[in-house]
Nanobody, 119 residues
């Protein structure tokens, strides 16, 4: 199985930037895709961005396209979410998730890191 740990959240002003990190351990060789999700109080969890581990294909939600960039460091088994031009509506708990080759579903999740953007 895969264990995921996020870090890098914090409190920033609108327009600022943050970079979130998600470090994976365990059966990382079987990982097909790493994704970022977020959930604000009273709202459903929503997809933010993803990257395939081998091909580095990326996908973004329309709400963050052009502002957020997902990337990875193979040597560190870490995926990043660079968030620029942050808006108050970006405030949420951000979680990373791993999708194994076997299921192509997000079976493993981190504990989440809080991002708060003030106006």
């Amino acid at each position: 199985q895969v264990q995921l740990v996020e870090s890098g959240g914090g409190l920033v002003q609108a327009g600022a930037s943050l970079r979130l990190s998600c470090t994976a351990s365990g059966r990382t060789f079987s990982t097909y895709r790493m994704g970022w999700f977020r959930q604000a109080p009273g709202k459903e969890r929503e997809f933010v961005a993803s990257i395939t581990w081998r091909s580095e294909a990326t996908y973004y939600a329309d709400s963050v396209k052009g502002r957020f960039t997902v990337s990875k460091d193979n040597a560190k088994n870490t995926v990043y979410l660079q968030m620029n031009s942050l808006k108050p509506e970006d405030t949420a708990v951000y979680s990373c998730a791993a999708s194994p080759v076997a299921t192509r579903a997000y079976d493993y999740w981190g504990q989440g890191t809080q991002v708060t953007v003030s106006s």
